[in-house]
């Protein structure tokens, strides 16, 4: 059992696949404060998700250049997911003022919420596979809601400081909000 902000969740692990479990650390539920994102922003597909990378590229002469930025972590923030299959995805940094990102650039107020955070400690080329495991896996076999809820992302990809796009490793995270 978890607990978060005084309720209590149940992993129901027993229905869940050793497999499954192999593939993916358990997460940890924590309450994450709210932050701006600078960055950005491209709609995407299940076909097209794969240049996802190429927006990432874009964005990289921003990381570490823009003001007020705080540290050097990066977010892919999933921002909306529109029915059937299309998500519209932000590559950014944290940054402590919206009004001084630059053009072509866009800010993200991201809420304080609670999330399911799952490491990823894997090459980045394997990111994908995490995510589809926590999705079509690990989510419906717990306990836990995923939160749907307006202005909530859908989920956050966190790349800590550590991280270095070169060698694909380094601090990874995913962050799935939850009810």
Do not use: C
């Not at 992302?153 to 962050?175: A, C, R």
């Amino acid at each position: 059992m978890e607990e978060l902000d005084g309720t209590v969740y149940e992993r129901n692990e027993k229905v869940m696949s050793e497999q499954v479990m192999n593939r993916i650390e358990s997460p940890r539920a924590e309450r994450r404060e709210g932050r701006i994102i600078a960055g950005m922003r491209g709609r995407y597909n299940m076909k097209t998700a794969s240049e996802i990378p190429g927006q990432w590229k874009m964005f990289a002469p921003y990381i570490g250049k823009l003001e007020g930025a705080v540290g050097k972590a990066a977010y892919g923030v999933v921002v909306q997911q529109i029915p059937p299959d299309k998500f519209d995805y932000v590559s950014g940094v944290e940054v402590t003022d919206r009004e001084r990102v630059p053009a072509p650039l866009m800010s993200l107020v991201v809420p304080a919420y609670k999330y399911l955070i799952f490491p990823h400690r894997d090459h980045l080329s394997k990111l994908k596979d995490t995510i589809s495991a926590i999705w079509r896996e690990y989510l419906p076999a717990s306990n836990y809601k995923v939160a749907e809820k307006e202005g909530v992302p859908s989920m956050i990809e966190f790349y800590g400081e550590d991280f270095d796009p070169v060698t694909g490793m380094g601090t990874m995270e995913l962050w799935i909000p939850i009810e």
